[in-house]
């Protein structure tokens, strides 16, 4: 009788979800000039993002481009001139007309990494890869790249490493298995490449850990966040803290500050990440004396928002903890519309979107997320403004973080010998940090990121639907 009764919120929340999903998509995709035209005028520079969605059906061969092939749509008819002649091997052309391409749309990273990749063919250059989700989630992608983008040309600018220009080779690996396998053999395979920023999802990351263990190629991903990738291998770094430090920071905040001790727990059984997450964040809340009531698995096809919040209530919950994948995220800000502001919520760094922004709106104000970086947590550092000067846009951590991964190779590669071990016994050093957007880069013996979390409340702002981020003290 409750499922019968509540079908009509239910399925008003999915008609609202939805419609704002199409026009909220639409519209960020002309604020970051993602459709074409000129630069952005601003934003949170956020997509539905973090653990992302894997492509069921890879296709085409494996493309690495240093320059001759743009991985994003609808390529300009300048960025296309410099397309072709830097496949041509005519580098002045090629970076003239990436500069006409730039001019036209600032925030475009490809055309900003291909242009540094034809200045720097003028004298020695040390090779990275990048492996970037473009086919199944572009936003995060070109996310990714604008971090990539503003280390390279800052680098590049002050002399390089060692007089050497870094140059990128960007790959699509759809965050797919498939794809992400061929991409990583692509990469070992091409002896000029030292190491790799990538992958996206953990479970991606994950995937392709022995093959370049087997190459004894450096790995640094600036998004995953499993657990399971602690110690997974002697070749895998990154730059953004794991889902322990998450977790912690999360309970401590029901516990502590919210004195919320009662919860129902909403994940995705298949996503890593999304597992990841949940079991340390019960571990945590159960060691300080909370209780998870329930676990709520979006996944499933029998799942309902209606009926898990009723089955909630009666259990005597308190507080909501949302930890979904990007695959999910949807699922979940049907919690948050049915719930109404009745319950608080904790949130992953997954619900860190302007989705959730558009679809909570004032449902969604007070609502806690846990994410590594905010650029208004640290305004007078150098990172937010160049970046907001050379992006026309306020950027989110995963660009941060992969700016941090850059610096981080760069880092290594100035101190030791420039190759995959020299960059690999650089990392594992006990003395090894390099300075980066998000602070001090250090990574512990598990090869995970020696950095903490930093929480974020949905208040009402100048962002998507009327609400930002804003962090918290």
Sequence with gaps: MAQKNDTPALILALLVTLGLLGVGGWLLAGQFGLRGGGPSTGGIGQGILGGGTS?????GPVTLSRGSVSLLPNPSPAKQAGLAAYGQGNYPEAAQQFGVAL?????????LIYQQ???????????????????????????????IAQAQQEINQAGGINGSKLVLVLADDRNNPTSAQAVAQAFAQDSSILGVIGHYASDISLDTLQTYEAAKLPTISPVSTSIRLSNASSYFFRTVPSDYI??????????????????????NSQSAYSQSLKGEFAT?????????????????????????LASAEQQGADVIVLLPNSGTLNKALQVVTLNQKKL?????????????????????????????????????????????NLWYATVNWRTALSYDAVQAIAAA???????????????????????GASGTIRFLPSGDRNASIQLVTVEPGNGPGGFSFVPLP
């Design 55 to 59: 492509d069921p059906q890879p296709t």
């Design 117 to 147: 990749n034809a200045l720097a063919q003028a004298g020695q250059t040390l090779a990275l890869g990048a492996a970037l989700p473009v086919a199944t989630d572009e936003n995060a992608a070109l996310e990714l790249m604008r971090g």
């Design 344 to 388: 608080p919520i904790l949130a992953g760094d997954d619900v860190y979107s302007p989705t959730s922004l558009e679809v909570g709106g004032a449902n969604g104000q007070g609502m806690t997320v846990a994410i590594p970086w905010h650029i208004d947590a640290s305004p007078n550092a150098s990172f937010p403004q160049a970046s907001r």
């Design 284 to 308: 945590a809340f159960s060691l300080g004396g909370g209780q998870v009531l329930s676990e709520v698995d979006l996944s499933q096809s029998s799942f309902s928002p209606a009926n898990s």
């Design 103 to 111: 001019q036209a749309q600032r925030n475009d990273p490809e055309a």
């Design 246 to 267: 998450a977790a912690r920071a999360l309970a401590e905040h029901s516990l502590s500050k919210l004195q919320r001790q009662r919860a129902v727990v909403y994940f």
């Design 413 to 435: 590669l100035a101190i030791g010998t420039p190759s995959r071990e020299g960059i690999q016994q650089a990392f594992k050093s006990p003395n090894f940090q390099a300075n």
